[in-house]
């Protein structure tokens, strides 16, 4: 045991880049990489499990099976290409149920190392399902970036039955890269598409005097981040603006930068969590800088112990050489189309007046080929799968909280109001930590309250279940204030939220201060059943 354990030190101590001896040198990564993605997807599931009842379910607001009716008589049979999904084969509350608990069980499978390939495939097919089937609620960007994360990890997860640390099948090199290009895309355009956009307050550097109340699910961190001086914030801005786009180009620096820029990108994911909730976004991040380690670091912070239960390396043949050029002929294939969506999500965003000439023009130029040959022909086939995706995450800051109350009465003229877990409702109610879980509800009704007429549809029906009395859609929300007695009427009601500042919030324990701006719908009766309710909600 101790001859093997020194050969392989001795290894990993040569002086050369470990990267160079190829795929051997991620051993370690590979294997942590694998278990970690397990995790996030556990979390995903297990999250999305005691939702998707009250969200896309029989009763919920928006059922899984009305979608693919719809879909099935508009569609036809271009139905099942558009929306790829196992809920063909059963959309009702017991298929739901079934896609997640498969969800969970797989994740477990993939923690413990069993299958990898086999396993990561089928949980990239049931998260596709469930995204698909869950409509607005999955449309989050870190849904996508699941997606994408889990395709690419298939080219890095090993063909094998059981694994152990050091006795997998020689993790792909091309799997590494891709998933440090996918790193790369994340960061640089989450912090790129921030000055193409023109926004005033980036570009200011005053976005963090208003972001941090305007986040959708701040935390009591972010609070007291909200009164720190101006000056702080604009200093902030700045190093974010050097981590989302300097630090991603040392992904493909030497393997001391690499690990530089991972330290960073921890640093900053960590600071991001503390001040609002993200789902499991943060932790998705974080176990993707883990490919821009390499397994003599790893050696350095493992327990001898641990490297003594793994067992002997096991012997590995190098990949015959038509399967590796197919692999690699792949894994180009889809950096390729990665780069496009790169492109195109910087051409998008792009607002030509307010940038360089130069950079205008590249960009046009950009869109028009796109537009005549890389969207039809490439991206737009390959949208369906959700897991080629550009990402910009709050690339045009929201300067204003408006949020929506959900009232209830039973006379019409006495109204209670329903409260949500996280989403802020009452004022002296403290801004609290709910992440790597995402109640999908509360984000939702942030996006609803800056556009209520585009969440116009599932408004509706969120109203028209409340009024039903539906146990599900009523158990997303803290309590019910009608005791399981559905009341006779539902409106939506407009407030401004702002944090309090120091002396208000010692004076009264205040963390909120809001201002009424007046009904956002009329009063919704509970209407016969066969009758579609009207809700009257106006456009902003």
Known sequence: MGHWLQELSRRFRRREDPARD???????????FLRLLGLVYLIAFASLWVQI????????????????????????????RRLPTLGWFGCGDLALHALCAAGVLLSLFLIAGLAPLAVSFLLWVHYLSLAVLGQVFLSFQWDALLLETGLLALFLAPAQLRTRPLREAAFSTAGVWLLRCLLFKLMFLSGVTKLLSGDGTWRGLTALAVHFETTPLPTWVGWFAHQLPAWFQQIAVVVMFTIEIGVPFLIFAPRRFRQLAALALLLFQLLIAATGNYGFFNLLAVVLCVPLLDDRLMLRAV???????????????????????????????????????????????????????????????????????????????????????????????????PEIVIQGSRDGSSWQSYAFRWKPGDLERRPGFVAPHQPRLDWQMWFAALNPKRSEYWLERLARRLLEGSPHVVGLLAGDPFAGEPPRFVRYHYYRYEFSDWQSWRRTGAWWRRVDLGPLSQAMSRPPAADRPDTGLPST
């Open 22 to 32: 190829g795929a051997s040198s991620h051993l370690l990564v590979g294997w942590l």
């Open 53 to 80: 009842h009250g969200l896309v379910g029989g009763d919920g607001m928006l059922p899984a099976c009305d979608l693919l009716e719809a879909a099935r008589s508009q569609l036809g049979a271009d139905a099942y």
């Open 303 to 401: 327990p001898r112990r641990w490297l003594a239960w793994a067992g002997r390396p096991a012997p590995r043949a190098a990949p015959r050489g038509w399967r590796r050029g197919v692999g690699w002929a792949l894994a180009g294939s889809l950096l390729f189309v990665s780069g496009l969506s790169l492109v195109r999500e910087m051409a998008l965003t792009q607002r030509p007046r307010r940038l360089p000439a130069p950079v205008a023009v590249f960009l046009t130029g950009c869109a028009g080929q796109l537009e005549a040959w890389g969207q039809p022909y490439i991206l737009g086939p390959l949208q369906p799968l959700r897991s080629i995706n550009g990402y910009g995450l709050f690339r045009t800051m929201t300067t204003e909280r």
